[in-house]
């Protein structure tokens, strides 16, 4: 057994240490790279999230009405997220899409830059064009990380900063391109990615992110389906109240809304901006009469065919139709009116009136 004595202390400690690894075939110790807000309960990250549903979803309200002017209820709408207002790009050489030209002044304006220096210089210019009558808008930042991993909530100071959303001015729109982070650890790297996405995602000021030519962003990816193609989507289902009515939550961004109505289905295209109300108007399917006999025979029609009653009458052009005894029940199955069983032949036919009042 080797023994190494240390006869100075202090800063000799180290040297031994090292020494001692080194004569026992041990590993050097490695201190674990990280960064300040990685763990899950981080407070910027539960902020971040926050200011994600408050600065990039809307509220969506409709109304589906016939071209009758009647309400629809009880239909199936699909809600469909088309195109993001937030723009999620691959890298340039994969891609029509860019984003506007970055304009350097020098390697230290790097988002994963040491300090701010280089982003104060390029404000600065900005500044400068801007008196100019050349308004550098919207702004690129590039976000190459190496060695150095700004924490997330510096990176938000950071837009907060360029954008010159500190000033109490309308926030200057910025764009991160080349979004690359280049370190040997697959999960520091994975959660890094997704951090700096989230603190972009989450900035008012932040128009769009697109990647650099490696790591974790890119179509296909797992943490591009996950935060792009799931988290960060609305695709969903709602149906309509008994007044046509239907209201959700979701990113904003163009929508295509598609009611499906007995045989066919409408589609709707709008732009979500901002909280939105809005009326869907879909053709007048006219309505099918099912008949079930039994002890009271059961008469149904579907559930979006709102505002029909059921007449009788002794032939069907008979002039005495008359609406029938009973008062029709919506059920998840359509409309339902049961009524005791005819005496002799009789026609019977659904008839509405309207418009209803709006």
Known sequence: ???????????????????????????????????????????????????????????????????????????????????????????????????????????????????????????????????????????SLRARFQSHLPAPAELIARFDLISGILGGFDPRPLWITGLEVGVGDAALQRDYTRDVLIAAFSHPAVQGVQAGQQGEVSPGSDLWTELVGQRWTTRTNVRTTSTGRAQLRGFKGTYE???????????TRLDLASDLHTTLNVPTIPPSLTVNPGDLFEYTWPLTAFGYRLESGSSPDASDWETVDGIAMSTPRGWRIQLPPPNGAQYLRLRRQGPPQQ
Request: proline share 9%; glycine share 6%.
């Open 1 to 139: 057994m080797l023994r190494i004595t240390c006869a100075f202390p202090g800063r000799w400690l180290a040297s031994c240490l090292i020494a001692w690894t080194l004569v026992c075939g041990l590993s050097p110790l490695r201190a674990q790279v990280t960064y300040p807000g990685r763990a899950p309960n981080a407070t910027w990250r539960t902020n971040a999230l926050a200011a994600i549903e408050r600065n990039r979803t809307a509220r969506l309200a409709f109304t589906v009405r016939d071209t009758d002017g009647f309400p629809v209820p009880g239909a199936t709408v699909e809600v469909r997220l088309v195109r993001h207002d937030f723009r999620f790009l691959p890298d340039a050489s994969g891609s029509n899409a860019s984003p506007p030209e970055w304009l350097s002044l020098d390697p230290d304006d790097d988002l994963g830059a040491s300090s701010r220096d280089g982003l104060v210089r390029y404000r600065a210019f900005a500044n400068d064009q801007r008196e100019r009558g050349n308004p550098v808008e919207p702004m």
């Open 257 to 267: 809304l598609t009611v499906l109505l007995p045989g066919t289905r409408h589609v």
